[in-house]
């Protein structure tokens, strides 16, 4: 089995409260025999669900969450919050 592993931005804005934020995850691709390829995200060594999936916002608990292109959130996600905590980005 062959492992790569990358981290990216995700960048993410509330459409209830106009809350931004942004979280960086490391991505593992795994590639398995023949064809079998799946990609695993994780905070602090530990898989989490995708960043696409089961979105809600941190401050209102909303659930139109849209997630900023990457391009953008590569440029604006930063990992200097205590303790992995999602940190405040500028308005986009």
Not at 17 to 33: F, L, M, N, P, Q
Not at 53 to 60: A, N
Request: one cysteine or more; glycine letters at 10%; aromatic letters at 8%.
């Amino acid at each position: 089995m062959t492992v790569d592993s990358w981290d990216e931005g995700y960048a993410f804005v509330c459409l209830r409260c106009g809350h931004e934020w942004a979280t960086k995850y490391e991505v593992r691709r795994y590639r398995g025999s023949g064809d079998h390829e799946w990609i695993v995200y994780c905070r602090g060594g530990q898989p989490v669900r995708p960043p696409h999936l089961d979105l809600s916002c941190p401050r209102c608990g909303g659930l139109r969450v849209k997630l900023l292109p990457t391009a953008v959130s590569k440029m604006d996600a930063r990992s200097d919050a205590p303790n992995g905590a999602p940190a405040k980005i500028s308005p986009i």
